[in-house]
């Protein structure tokens, strides 16, 4: 079964940028939608952003303007640029391949990202 590891969190002023990376265990080539999510404390895990296999992406309205999503199918490696990162952005960010009413890949440990002056 592919697993997936994030990593790229960290502690970042407000307006700040970070990007996440995504790395999986096998090939991405043949996943047609890969997607980023995240879990602020107390809250449930929400879509943040996805991209097809023919590069079309979608994301939240929240993150719109400010995030965008990339994968390098050549690295196994999905990617998130977060720019003009605001305090509400902090969670813990996961990513994932939605399939059917579920997901490809148990869900891994995620790389937090608090936005914080």
């Known amino acids: 079964q592919v697993q997936f590891v994030e990593s790229g969190g960290g502690l970042v002023q407000p307006g700040g940028s970070l990007r996440l990376s995504c790395v999986a265990s096998?090939?991405?080539?043949?996943?047609?939608?890969m997607g980023w999510y995240r879990q602020a404390p107390g809250k449930q895990r929400e879509l943040v952003a996805t991209?097809?296999?023919?590069?079309?992406?979608n994301y939240a309205n929240s993150v719109k303007g400010r995030f965008a999503i990339s994968r390098d199918n050549a690295k196994n490696t999905v990617y998130l640029q977060m720019n003009s990162l605001k305090p509400e952005d902090t969670a813990v960010y996961y990513c994932?391949?939605?399939?059917?009413?579920?997901?490809?890949?148990?869900w891994g440990q995620g790389t937090q990202v608090t936005v914080s002056s």
């Open positions: 994932n391949a939605p399939r059917g009413f579920g997901y490809l890949a148990s």
């Open positions: 096998t090939s991405i080539f043949s996943i047609n939608t």
């Open positions: 991209i097809i296999i023919g590069g079309y992406t």
